[in-house]
């Protein structure tokens, strides 16, 4: 078996399943637990985990990489626009998610749906700067 191919696709398995969940969890707040608060504080703890292992498997990337090859990737152009992007993202959404966890039960609900459609947005993003970063790397 091939240990380089096993340690990608293990990484990819978490990438993937932190992908569906940065955009599911906010999708699923804004449709199917509009009015329940308590639902939405677990998917914020959800998106939160889900961007969580984004970064963690991002990095893992890298380091397999590394290990395999003594270098990491070599991205330029568009790719590295890519991979800044997801970073950004990652970020603001971590940051926003951690707000939405302390004080989302504090905001209205306009508040808390703005948060939920910002978070939506922001993995979208990731997602689409992803297929980038693949194609261009």
């Not at 985990?49 to 963690?56: D, M, S, T, V």
């Not at 993202?89 to 508040?111: D, F, H, P, S």
Request: glycine share 8%; proline share 1%; charged share 10%.
């Amino acid at each position: 078996m091939d240990l380089q191919n096993l340690s990608y696709a293990a990484v990819q398995v978490v990438h993937n399943f932190g992908a569906a969940t940065v955009v599911g969890s906010p999708l699923a707040a804004l449709t199917l637990a509009r009015e329940h608060l308590d639902t939405q504080h677990k998917l914020a703890w959800l998106v939160l985990a889900g961007w969580l292992a984004q970064l963690a498997s991002g990095a893992a990337f890298g380091a397999v990489s590394f290990y395999n090859y003594g270098k990491f990737p070599d991205l330029h152009g568009i790719a590295i626009a890519a991979l800044t992007i997801k970073v950004a993202c990652a970020v603001l959404a971590l940051l926003l998610g951690l707000a939405l966890i302390r004080a989302g039960a504090n905001w209205t609900v306009k508040g808390r749906y703005r948060a939920w459609h910002a978070l939506a947005g922001l993995g979208t993003t990731a997602l689409t700067a992803a297929a980038f970063l693949r194609w261009f790397s």
